[in-house]
């Protein structure tokens, strides 16, 4: 069974400052996907940025970009330039490519990190 | 209106008693999702169907059960509430992914907070 980590319980950063948030993976996968979701006060979960295992690009979206190390199994969030509204509990998921088999298609999370902004 | 609406979005009830979380989607999709977040855990899986007729026990499906009662619908239910299920509660829904134009992504709902006293 496939299992995520992230180790940092709660990270800050100042204001337009940058952040990295960590998350390790454990999979015997080849093919796969990564995401983080972002869950501000409000409670929705919100998807941030996701990683297809087979592409060695990493990903970016705007002010947030990934650091997809697949032989280590690690993919980092970082958030540049940082705002107020990027406080939130981010989670770090893996999903199977693969629709069958035993993973059934379902993310597995991680136990979240909270990012506080200081003004 | 949200594409996968939860009810209620609160709810405090007391030990014993039966609860039913409902979730409605407008996304069209087949696959959904009940998963539950407690504080250091993340979100973990309750229960999941693919569609009308199949439904699968998750990680935590101890103490839950579900219904299917459409394709938009799926309801999550505790028959006999315990204070260790005061928990946030997500419905979630996704296509069915595995391919390169799907990664098959969930959808949540806003969640519903269910307190056992």
């Known amino acids: 069974a496939q299992t995520v980590t992230q180790s940092q319980p709660e990270m800050s950063v100042q204001e337009a400052e940058t952040v990295t948030l960590s998350c390790t993976y454990d999979t015997s996968e080849s093919d796969y996907y990564l995401f983080w979701y972002k869950q501000p006060p409000s409670r929705q979960m919100i998807l941030v940025i996701r990683q297809e295992a087979y592409k060695q690009q990493n990903a970016t979206e705007n002010r947030f970009s990934v650091n997809f190390q697949k032989a280590a199994k690690s993919f980092s969030l970082k958030i540049s330039d940082s705002q107020l509204g990027d406080a939130a509990m981010y989670f770090c998921?893996?999903?199977?490519?693969?629709?069958?088999?035993?993973?059934?298609?379902?993310?597995?999370f991680g136990q979240g990190t909270i990012l506080t902004v200081h003004p | 209106d949200a594409d996968v609406t939860q009810t209620p979005r609160n709810r405090i009830t007391k030990t014993g008693k039966r609860i039913m979380l409902e979730c409605s989607q407008t996304?069209?999709?087949?696959?959904m999702y009940w998963y539950r977040q407690d504080p250091g855990l993340g979100l973990r899986l309750i229960y999941y169907s693919f569609d009308v007729k199949d439904i699968n026990k998750g990680e935590i499906s101890d103490g839950y059960s579900v219904s299917r009662q459409a394709q938009a619908k799926f309801s999550l239910s505790l028959e006999s509430a315990i204070p260790n299920q005061t928990a946030l509660y997500f419905c979630a829904t996704s296509e069915v992914g595995g391919s390169t134009t799907n990664t098959g992504e969930l959808f949540f709902g806003e969640g519903s907070r269910l307190t056992v006293l």
């Open positions: 998921a893996y999903r199977s490519y693969y629709a069958g088999g035993t993973s059934y298609g379902k993310l597995t």
């Open positions: 996304k069209g999709h087949d696959r």
